[in-house]
């Protein structure tokens, strides 16, 4: 897990030439207006070429890049199809700090490169077992799917290995609603992982890893049947 002193970056890569990734610019998310914990006003820090590609964190910090705790997912907006947001907003899990962070890279009537809320966060509008984010998924209307990563071994029931349903605030898509509780692993040694909706937005996929007992672990699918109704189906 990142710390202070070996801190997670957020990057954004944009190649010299369109489609092709052997060559590009690397930058870093840097706040300048700081309006609490590392949110606020940010811009992109362009990052040394020849630097990067010995040791990209050590030129982050020293361009004064921002750093956060154990950066994991990231999920850009086009999913949803929100013309609102599209892909202006990018998600970021930081696993390290209990919380999701929403970067708004064109906000309207702001005169800074980008802004960055706490999109759900413990003691803001998650719940004190909101632990360890690490993979994300957007459905078309603009809710996200949160799973836990608590490193194999959650260390109570509650804690570490849950899946949450964090909707969508029509009023303000700088932070979404209060966080649910989604889907829940009975296994407190599991992990679940690789998130994704299908292109029907209807079915929920993910896996269960590190399971105990049998060891055996499963690719799960939700499938939406009504509001209110669901089925669960699991392969090994």
Same mark, same amino acid.
């Given at each position: 897990?990142?710390?202070?002193?070996?801190?997670?970056?957020?990057?954004?890569?944009?190649?010299?030439?369109?489609?092709?990734?052997?060559?590009?610019?690397?930058?870093?998310?840097?706040?300048?207006?700081?309006?609490?914990?590392?949110?606020?006003?940010?811009?992109?820090?362009?990052?040394?070429?020849?630097?990067?590609?010995?040791?990209?964190?050590?030129?982050?910090?020293?361009?004064?890049?921002?750093?956060?705790?154990?950066?994991?997912?990231?999920?850009?907006?086009?999913?949803?199809?929100?013309?609102?947001?599209?892909?202006?907003?990018?998600?970021?899990?930081?696993?390290?700090?209990?919380?999701?962070?929403?970067?708004?890279?064109?906000?309207?009537?702001?005169?800074?490169?980008?802004?960055?809320?706490?999109?759900?966060?413990?003691?803001?509008?998650?719940?004190?077992?909101?632990?360890?984010?690490?993979?994300?998924?957007?459905?078309?209307?603009?809710?996200?799917?949160?799973?836990?990563?608590?490193?194999? /071994?959650?260390?109570? @029931? !509650? $804690?570490?290995? &849950?899946?949450?349903?964090?909707?969508? %605030?029509?009023?303000?898509?700088?932070? *979404?609603?209060?966080?649910?509780?989604?889907?829940?692993?009975?296994?407190?040694?599991?992990?679940?992982?690789?998130?994704?909706? /299908?292109?029907?937005? @209807? !079915? $929920?996929?993910? &896996?269960?890893?590190?399971?105990?007992? %049998?060891?055996?672990?499963?690719?799960? *699918?939700?499938?939406?049947?009504?509001?209110?109704?669901?089925?669960?189906?699991?392969?090994?």
């Amino acid at each position: 897990m990142a710390t202070d002193d070996d801190p997670g970056y957020i990057y954004k890569f944009v190649p010299d030439k369109n489609g092709d990734l052997s060559s590009g610019q690397l930058y870093a998310l840097k706040i300048t207006q700081d309006l609490g914990d590392r949110t606020g006003n940010g811009v992109w820090v362009a990052l040394d070429r020849t630097a990067v590609q010995v040791n990209a964190v050590d030129e982050a910090t020293a361009k004064g890049a921002t750093g956060y705790a154990a950066t994991e997912d990231v999920e850009i907006g086009t999913s949803t199809g929100d013309d609102k947001r599209g892909n202006h907003m990018l998600y970021v899990a930081s696993s390290g700090e209990d919380r999701v962070l929403a970067i708004d890279l064109d906000p309207p009537g702001n005169s800074a490169e980008l802004v960055v809320t706490d999109y759900v966060r413990v003691g803001v509008n998650a719940p004190a077992d909101f632990h360890e984010p690490d993979n994300l998924a957007l459905d078309k209307s603009g809710n996200l799917y949160i799973t836990e990563d608590p490193g194999g /071994s959650a260390p109570t @029931k !509650t $804690l570490g290995d &849950d899946v949450w349903f964090a909707p969508f %605030d029509p009023q303000s898509a700088a932070q *979404a609603l209060p966080a649910q509780r989604f889907f829940s692993i009975t296994d407190c040694n599991a992990e679940p992982t690789g998130l994704y909706l /299908s292109i029907s937005n @209807k !079915t $929920l996929f993910f &896996d269960i890893q590190h399971r105990g007992g %049998d060891g055996a672990d499963l690719s799960v *699918a939700i499938q939406r049947l009504s509001d209110v109704d669901f089925n669960v189906a699991s392969r090994p």
